[in-house]
């Protein structure tokens, strides 16, 4: 007889380190739509930011925490005083919170970044937990860098902040340093060496560098013992990203014969999650990824499609709809109501906090619906993400435009636009309909930023898909993307390019922490 499954905990990081990709960054009223859709993916912990890395990052995790019921709501902070109060405070209102502090420990750190002695890292972690323990009984800590940590430092340094309280010890593979089989074995050692380790949860964080975040993670769960991942949609993250919270998800579940672990997460609901991370953050998740890619149950080879018909476990291992790609489907009209769009809002997980706001997202539909046959649901959630972000940083706002391209001649386009409420009107040439209509604005703007990424991307299928743009600037070190979606996509890229400037125009600085 086998023995009762443990639960393996599902700790989403897509709001602090999926955000820390370059122009990734989100506003609040973004994050609160995150937060909420994964909260009905029934993650167990949502890390909704790093309180201390700016005010803005402040405002949303204290949100999120004032919203979120079901899920535990943390906040990233680094082992000092300041760091931990400020996440305190930001969390205050949440039902269920925790303080997730850190420090890193490989000697390469301590010496070139931190300039610290060992003695003064262990001193320092050790009080940060003591400290985090008065607001909290859930504290987690992370060694960062843990990977290419001594061991017999790791253990003097973990020991010590189980004692003051850490109820979870995360393992983080900052720099995706790790090999699956030697990193599960440095957990297993770690928690064989260390008197109280069975005082914590151990949990992993891995980076995916070499391209082995998952399978790191999955041997830190087998090999080492973790009961946590620490994960993100899509991978999201810094450099080559993390570990991919669907891919995790659905390898334990699938081969529940090999893991014998439980998952509370809703897997219908990973679908619509990696969706609206990809709308808000302009990441768009290649074809061919594992789960939530739009070929990841597609069928090309004949032999293939032979099997799939005669027996669909031939050639899948788990179902489309499990996933929740059945989402795709016609949903509304043009001759739909007011109540209808609205009860669809509520069906997607979608709040606005005002009927005007609701009013503004109904007049956007009817009119996409007098320009587009049939609405999916992914029509919706674009129009109210592009609603919601032309109304959060209002410096640019796009009116209307028109272009003209014809075989032989410079592409022209004139645009209309408003600066802080007053329209102007510009116009340009290019070498193609999108660069005639980025310098006609660039003719007003004069922003002086670097185009880096140009991406058209279809909502749904047939030739009626809207189109949504990204575009991704880089002005004196700061990155951010713009995102804009129409039926046309010379006005989706104006969308997206002026969406672009708002943010730089915004100038919020945050901290970004290296864990």
Known sequence: MAASA?????????????EQSPGASMTKDEKIRIARQLERLKVDIIEA??????????????????IIKDSTVCSLSRANDRDIARAAEALAAAPRKRIHTFIATSALHMEKKLRMTPDQVHEQARLAVRFARQFTDDVEFSPEDGSRSDMDFLCRVIESVIKEGASTINFADTVGYGVPELYGQMIRSLRERIPNSDKAVW???????????????????????????????????????????????????????????????????????????????GFAVQPNK????????????????DGILKARDTYEIMRAEDVGWTANKIVLGKLSGRNAFKQRLEELGIKLESESEVNAAFGRFKELADRKSDIFDEDIMALVSDEQQSHENEHYRYVSLSQHSETGERPAAEIVFSVDGKEVRCSGQGNGPVDAIVNAIESNAQSGCELLLFSV???????????????RLSKAGRIVNGV???????????????SALNKLHSKTEKLNPQL
């Open 290 to 305: 594992s789960v939530v890619g739009a070929n990841a149950f597609a069928h090309a080879s004949g032999i293939h499609q």
């Open 6 to 18: 443990e639960k393996l905990i599902i700790f989403d990081t897509t709001l602090r380190d999926g």
């Open 484 to 498: 804009g979606a129409d039926l046309d996509i010379v006005v989706a890229s104006a969308k997206a390019y002026l």
């Open 457 to 471: 991307n279809a909502i749904t299928t047939g030739t009626q898909s809207q189109g949504e743009v990204t575009m």
């Open 49 to 66: 930011g790093f309180a201390a890395s700016s005010q803005g990052d402040f405002e949303a995790i204290r949100a999120i925490a004032g």
């Open 203 to 281: 949990s992993v964080h891995c980076h995916n560098d070499l391209g082995m975040a998952v399978a790191n993670s999955l041997a830190g769960v087998m090999i080492g013992g973790a009961r946590q991942v620490e994960c993100t949609i899509n991978g999201l993250g810094e450099r080559a990203g993390n570990t991919a919270l669907e891919e995790i998800v659905m390898a334990v579940r699938t081969r529940r014969d090999h893991f014998n672990l439980d998952i509370g997460v809703d897997a219908s609901q990973i679908v619509p999650t990696s969706k609206l991370v990809s709308q808000i953050t």
